[in-house]
Structure formats: C-alpha cells, structure tokens
C-alpha cells in the first residue's frame, strides 16, 4: 500500500468511529468519498477562528471556499491545510511554550498560563526578491511562530510526498547571485535540481530552498528556524521520504541554517506525555485521529 493511500484509509476509518458522512471533492458528489460536508467537521472543536480565516483568506491555496466544481480542499479527511490547524490553532491564545517543546524548537519548560500568548500564523508570505518581474509568487509558509523574538517557520505535509514526484526549481532562482550569499551548499543544490529534479522523489526540496531564501531576506539578521514536520508512513515510501529528509538537513547544516525536523506522529506523543494535563480533550482528539 504506497503512502497517500495509507493516510486516506486511516482517516475514513477516523470519519466513520466519528460517524461523519462523507461526500466526494468534485460536484455533485462525484470521486471517493474523501471529503466532509461541513468544513467544521474536518476541524477540531468545530471552529476556526477569525485570525485563521483571515489567514487563509489571503494565502495563495483557496483553502476554505468552494468553487463551481469543486470542494475546498480543506474539507478533504486528508487536507494538508485542515492538519495544521488541528495542531496549531488551539495554542494562538494560549502560551505557545508547550506546543514549541513538543516539536523540539525549544528545551521543555512548564506551562505557564501566565505568559503572554504568541502568534500562531497560518499562509504566511515571505518575499524573496524585490523584482516582481522575475519572482512574482510569495512562497506560503503553514504555520509561523513568533515567541522570544525568535521565529519558527513550519512546512507542514500529510500526503504531498506520497503522490508523485517532485518537481524541480525554477532556473530564475540559479541566476541570481545576491540571493545565495552565505547559503553556497544549497546554491549547489539548486543547481542540481534546476529546471528538473533527478534527486528527490518524495520530497519537494525546491519548496524548502524557497522557504529558505524568503526567510533569509526577512531575518537573516535576527535569525530563524525552518521546521519541516510530516506525516510519516509505513514501508518503502517512509523510509524513503526519512532519507530525501536526511540529505537536505544535512546540506542545510553546512550553510548553518538552522534546519529541523520532526513527525506529526512524534509531536502528538510528545504533547500527550509532557503536556496532557489541562489540553486533555485536544490530545485525545490528536491521538484519536492521527496516531
């Protein structure tokens, strides 16, 4: 069973425990049966909140709206936007501290009710050069944290990897030298997947290089974290997308970017040992649905 199947089965078999009807993506009712009816369903706590809405309204994926032929995508059981909300948007008004140490961004620290609440930011844009011409699209980042004067830039995926191949990086990216100051080691790795990618399969290493360099532009004085955190899977497609995983970070800790990684799976074990205690029917939800 390749990895995108894997998590499309798990998660019908979380919709029907749930007792949530579900519908096909294309109108009316057309294709599997992958899709709930009512975003809120897909959601926990049924509810996002207006920050996010209004994040996602102005982000690039038409997350949150139907269209004449389709479904919003985050209605989908197995949305990459609906994921990352589920984990993250239940800290915005909260000391985000426990959220962070369950990532490993930072050492673990008692939650404290006290601290003033952080930020959680979904669709966010990081330009990367000034010349519209040339580089008109702000990539999207899922999810930013700002705690501490420190930012953590999270890339989030559920079954991206798994579907096909990934495609490679623009050769508008290569040309500029400016861009690569400092980053000379993924600049080689640009080049290798510019305009097409022979090195990677299951993950989409030019995202990440953008990501990269529209952070670098916004804090490279200041400094950032770029966490990649996935879905991961079992069998070939798994272990795989671990080593794809493995090579990048290793190029990016030659530029000294500070690059992480980390598994849904392991986030929601980290939050349901260290932090249950008060979040119990936000882990339980976690842990019922994505482990």
């Known amino acids: 069973m390749n990895g995108k199947k894997y998590i499309q089965l798990k998660q019908q078999n979380w919709a029907k425990r749930n007792g949530l009807e579900l519908v096909g993506g294309t109108k009316p009712n057309r294709g599997e049966k992958n899709y709930v009816a009512n975003l809120t369903s897909n959601i ?8 996010t809405q209004q994040n996602f309204k102005e982000g690039d994926g038409n997350e949150t709206k139907d269209n004449k032929s389709n479904l919003s995508k985050m209605k989908a059981l197995h949305s990459s936007s609906a994921l990352p909300v589920n984990v993250f948007q239940y800290w915005q008004e909260k000391d985000v501290s426990p959220i962070l140490s369950a990532c490993r ?28 011409k040339l580089y008109p699209m ?5 999810v930013v944290i700002k705690n501490n004067n420190k930012v953590y ?12 191949k990934q495609k490679g990086l623009r050769k508008v990216y290569t040309l500029k030298k400016s861009l690569w100051k400092g980053i000379t080691h993924l600049q080689e790795l640009a080049n290798k997947i510019s305009p097409d990618n022979n ?6 290493a030019a995202q990440l290089i ?3 360099l529209g952070l670098k532009k916004a804090y490279n004085e200041s400094g950032f974290t770029l966490l990649y955190l996935w879905y991961d899977v079992i069998g070939k497609d798994g272990a795989a997308h671990r080593e794809e995983i493995e090579q990048f970070a290793a190029t990016a ?17 980290n939050l349901s040992k260290e932090f ?11 842990t019922n649905r994505y482990l």
């Open 44 to 51: 926990y706590n049924q509810h996002l909140s207006l920050e």
């Open 105 to 132: 961004l930072i050492n673990r620290r008692p939650f404290n009710s006290d601290t003033l609440p952080n930020a959680v930011r979904f669709e966010q844009k990081f330009e990367i050069d000034e010349d519209k």
């Open 138 to 142: 702000k990539p999207n980042l899922d």
């Open 153 to 164: 830039a999270i890339e989030s995926k559920f079954t991206e990897p798994y579907k096909k």
């Open 199 to 204: 090195e990677f399969k299951y993950l989409d």
């Open 210 to 212: 953008k990501h990269t």
């Open 253 to 269: 800790k030659k530029d000294k970017v500070e690059f992480r990684q980390i598994t849904y799976q392991e986030v929601i074990i």
């Open 276 to 286: 249950y205690d008060g979040n119990e029917d936000y882990v339980n939800y976690l």
